[in-house]
């Protein structure tokens, strides 16, 4: 069983960062894929940034590339989103996900995820 937890939204003006962390708790067997997601109501979730847990490699939605890093620190069991550069579009409630599946297709969909946390809101004005 792994349990989720994010931390860290909050509100910041275009143009801004913000980190937001996910703190990882799992009982017994490895994590494969971590990841974070992000949803506007009414909108469906949208992955915007995987990681490989084993590797640490990543990758990112073109609409952050450059703008948003994806990394983790396995001593505080912790997932972070680094974001630059932040938009008003940026604004989300931005969920971190995992799996132990080693899947191979689509990362970004979060059918892909069977572990979620609770989410956290970023609100980027302009």
């Known amino acids: 069983q792994v349990q989720l937890a994010e931390s860290g939204g909050g509100s910041v003006q275009a143009g801004g960062s913000l980190r937001v962390s996910c703190s990882v708790y799992k009982n017994t067997g490895s994590i494969y894929w971590l990841a974070w997601f992000r949803q506007v109501s009414g909108k469906e979730r949208e992955g915007v940034a995987v990681?490989?847990?084993?590797?640490?490699?990543?990758y990112y939605v073109n609409s952050v590339k450059g703008r948003f890093t994806i990394s983790q620190d396995n001593a505080k069991n912790t997932l972070y989103l680094e974001m630059n550069d932040l938009k008003p579009e940026d604004t989300a409630l931005y969920y971190c996900?995992?799996?132990?599946?080693?899947?191979?297709?689509?990362?970004?969909?979060?059918?892909?995820?069977?572990?979620w946390g609770q989410g956290t809101q970023v609100t980027v004005s302009s």
């Open positions: 990681l490989e847990a084993g590797s640490g490699r990543t």
């Open positions: 996900a995992a799996t132990h599946r080693s899947y191979l297709g689509n990362l970004f969909e979060p059918r892909v995820y069977n572990f």
